[in-house]
Protein backbone atom coordinates (compact mmCIF):
# COMPACT_ATOMS: atom_id res chain seq x y z
CA UNK A 1 0.00 0.00 0.00
CA UNK A 2 1.47 3.34 -1.27
CA UNK A 3 1.24 5.85 1.33
CA UNK A 4 2.71 9.29 1.69
CA UNK A 5 2.78 11.10 5.80
CA UNK A 6 3.83 14.70 6.12
CA UNK A 7 4.80 15.84 9.11
CA UNK A 8 6.03 18.97 11.09
CA UNK A 9 3.62 22.09 9.99
CA UNK A 10 2.69 24.34 12.79
CA UNK A 11 1.84 27.68 13.62
CA UNK A 12 5.00 29.67 13.35
CA UNK A 13 5.40 33.74 13.55
CA UNK A 14 6.79 35.90 10.87
CA UNK A 15 10.94 35.33 10.41
CA UNK A 16 10.33 31.57 11.73
CA UNK A 17 11.13 28.62 10.67
CA UNK A 18 9.29 25.47 10.08
CA UNK A 19 10.78 22.08 8.70
CA UNK A 20 8.11 19.71 7.01
CA UNK A 21 9.09 15.91 6.11
CA UNK A 22 7.48 13.53 3.77
CA UNK A 23 7.91 9.64 4.59
CA UNK A 24 6.91 7.38 1.62
CA UNK A 25 6.10 3.78 1.83
CA UNK A 26 5.31 0.68 -0.58
CA UNK A 27 7.18 2.45 -3.98
CA UNK A 28 10.58 2.83 -4.93
CA UNK A 29 11.02 6.49 -3.69
CA UNK A 30 14.45 6.67 -4.93
CA UNK A 31 13.07 6.13 -8.10
CA UNK A 32 9.89 9.44 -7.88
CA UNK A 33 10.54 12.70 -8.51
CA UNK A 34 9.72 14.61 -5.34
CA UNK A 35 7.57 17.33 -5.02
CA UNK A 36 6.00 20.30 -2.51
CA UNK A 37 3.01 22.12 -3.14
CA UNK A 38 1.05 24.19 -1.25
CA UNK A 39 -2.65 25.56 -1.62
CA UNK A 40 -4.22 28.64 0.57
CA UNK A 41 -7.72 28.89 0.91
CA UNK A 42 -9.67 30.53 -1.77
CA UNK A 43 -6.42 29.47 -4.33
CA UNK A 44 -4.89 27.20 -6.49
CA UNK A 45 -2.40 24.52 -5.54
CA UNK A 46 0.96 25.97 -5.97
CA UNK A 47 4.16 23.84 -7.06
CA UNK A 48 6.84 25.30 -4.52
CA UNK A 49 9.59 22.93 -4.85
CA UNK A 50 10.74 20.01 -6.76
CA UNK A 51 13.53 17.78 -6.43
CA UNK A 52 14.75 15.08 -9.35
CA UNK A 53 15.93 11.36 -8.49
CA UNK A 54 19.49 12.57 -9.00
CA UNK A 55 18.81 15.54 -6.42
CA UNK A 56 18.82 18.46 -8.13
CA UNK A 57 16.06 21.25 -7.35
CA UNK A 58 13.70 24.26 -8.21
CA UNK A 59 11.90 26.74 -6.83
CA UNK A 60 9.14 28.60 -7.34
CA UNK A 61 10.16 32.72 -7.48
CA UNK A 62 8.45 33.29 -4.22
CA UNK A 63 10.13 30.89 -2.04
CA UNK A 64 13.94 31.14 -3.60
CA UNK A 65 16.48 31.85 -0.82
CA UNK A 66 13.97 31.21 1.95
CA UNK A 67 13.07 27.18 1.08
CA UNK A 68 15.20 24.41 0.36
CA UNK A 69 14.06 21.00 -0.48
CA UNK A 70 16.19 18.03 0.06
CA UNK A 71 16.19 14.10 0.06
CA UNK A 72 17.56 11.07 2.02
CA UNK A 73 16.62 7.71 -0.26
CA UNK A 74 17.62 6.07 2.50
CA UNK A 75 14.94 6.89 4.96
CA UNK A 76 12.63 7.24 2.29
CA UNK A 77 11.96 11.07 2.76
CA UNK A 78 11.68 14.43 1.80
CA UNK A 79 11.89 17.37 3.23
CA UNK A 80 11.26 21.10 3.08
CA UNK A 81 13.51 23.67 5.34
CA UNK A 82 11.77 26.67 5.15
CA UNK A 83 13.15 29.89 6.78
CA UNK A 84 12.11 33.53 7.19
CA UNK A 85 8.51 32.11 6.95
CA UNK A 86 6.11 35.18 5.71
CA UNK A 87 2.15 35.37 6.25
CA UNK A 88 1.50 34.69 2.61
CA UNK A 89 3.13 31.36 2.99
CA UNK A 90 0.55 29.87 5.26
CA UNK A 91 -1.10 26.92 3.18
CA UNK A 92 -1.43 23.36 3.25
CA UNK A 93 1.64 22.30 2.76
CA UNK A 94 1.71 18.62 0.23
CA UNK A 95 3.88 15.61 -0.63
CA UNK A 96 4.01 14.70 -4.20
CA UNK A 97 5.43 11.67 -5.86
CA UNK A 98 5.94 11.23 -9.52
CA UNK A 99 7.47 8.89 -11.79
CA UNK A 100 6.18 10.20 -15.57
CA UNK A 101 7.80 7.37 -17.29
CA UNK A 102 5.10 5.15 -15.42
CA UNK A 103 2.45 7.61 -15.53
CA UNK A 104 2.34 7.39 -11.30
CA UNK A 105 1.53 9.89 -8.87
CA UNK A 106 1.25 10.00 -5.45
CA UNK A 107 0.20 12.30 -2.99
CA UNK A 108 0.21 13.12 0.84
CA UNK A 109 -2.81 13.92 3.08
CA UNK A 110 -1.14 17.40 3.67
CA UNK A 111 0.03 19.63 6.69
CA UNK A 112 -0.97 22.96 7.70
CA UNK A 113 1.66 25.69 7.82
CA UNK A 114 0.54 28.93 9.55
CA UNK A 115 2.26 31.85 9.31
CA UNK A 116 1.20 34.53 11.71
CA UNK A 117 1.89 36.84 14.71
Known amino acids: QVQLVESGGGLVQPGGSLRLSCAGSGFFFNLYIMRWYRQAPGKERELVAV???????NYVDSVKGRFTISRDNAKNTVYLQMNSLKPEDTAVYLCNADRPSLGRTYWGQGTQVTVSS
Open 51 to 57: ISRNGGT
